[in-house]
């Protein structure tokens, strides 16, 4: 069965300080994965998503990198900003699923002004 | 403009009423899903729909149940709600969930209080 995990479950940085959000999971037979983020008391907002052929993925200040051999996917915010406080999760689809997302817990990160 | 909606937003109901939440999607999208996520915790899958095909998870309890009248509307129900049932519950939607690359789409989520 997937496991999910993110490490650490809270982050505090001060502005203007680059991000870095780690995800690991033990089946390395994914679809994809993604990176989502939530904030407080809503639904979550897909931030970037990584095919299992792709290494990385880029979208403005965010980066997202996979390594399937290794387990991880660490997720990059340059240039951290107040606007960034959030808690973001990452999700795998595996292929023995059926569009079922495995989650991780999120790591809670407030970004101080 | 939003593409999946749930209403209400938030839902106070009393142990043991049953209670019902809602989920639509503008996207004409195949598959519909209904997460519950706990305080603090990963989102849990409850169940999907493909099209009319009703999936239930093994661990979802009895207690949970799912209406999906058309493509675009999908409903949780939840016949007797207890005190664990307080939760954040979040739609999906995918335009194909046998295909990896289909992204999710969630809406604001429903959060459920049971007093």
């Known amino acids: 069965k997937q496991e999910v995990t993110q490490i650490p479950a809270a982050l505090s940085v001060p502005e203007g300080e680059n991000l870095v959000l780690n995800c690991s999971f033990t089946?390395?037979?994914?679809?994809?994965l993604q990176w989502f983020r939530q904030d407080p008391g809503k639904g979550l907002t897909s931030l970037l998503l990584i095919q299992s052929s792709q290494r990385e993925q880029t979208s403005g200040r965010l980066n997202a990198s996979l390594d399937k051999s290794s387990g991880r996917s660490t997720l990059y915010i340059a240039a951290s900003q107040p606007g960034d406080s959030a808690t973001y999760l990452c999700?795998?689809?595996?292929?023995?699923?059926?569009?079922?997302?495995?989650f991780g817990a999120g790591t809670q990160v407030v970004v101080t002004p | 403009d939003a593409m999946v909606i749930q209403n209400p937003r938030y839902q106070v109901t009393q142990f043991g009423k049953p209670v019902t939440l809602s989920c639509s999607q503008t996207?004409?999208?195949?598959?519909m899903y209904w997460y519950q996520q706990k305080s603090s915790q990963a989102p849990k899958l409850l169940f999907h729909y493909y099209d009319k095909d009703f999936n239930n998870e093994a661990d979802t309890p009895d207690n949970f149940q799912s209406r999906r009248p058309n493509t675009s509307f999908c409903f949780l129900d939840i016949r007797s709600p207890g005190l664990g049932d307080a939760a954040m519950y979040l739609c999906?939607?995918?335009?194909?969930?046998?295909?990896?690359?289909?992204?999710?789409?969630f809406g604001a989520g429903t959060r459920l209080s049971v007093l």
């Open positions: 996207l004409n999208h195949n598959v």
């Open positions: 089946d390395s037979a994914i679809y994809n």
């Open positions: 999906a939607t995918s335009r194909d969930g046998r295909l990896g690359k289909n992204i999710q789409y």
């Open positions: 999700a795998d689809l595996t292929t023995d699923s059926w569009g079922k997302l495995q």
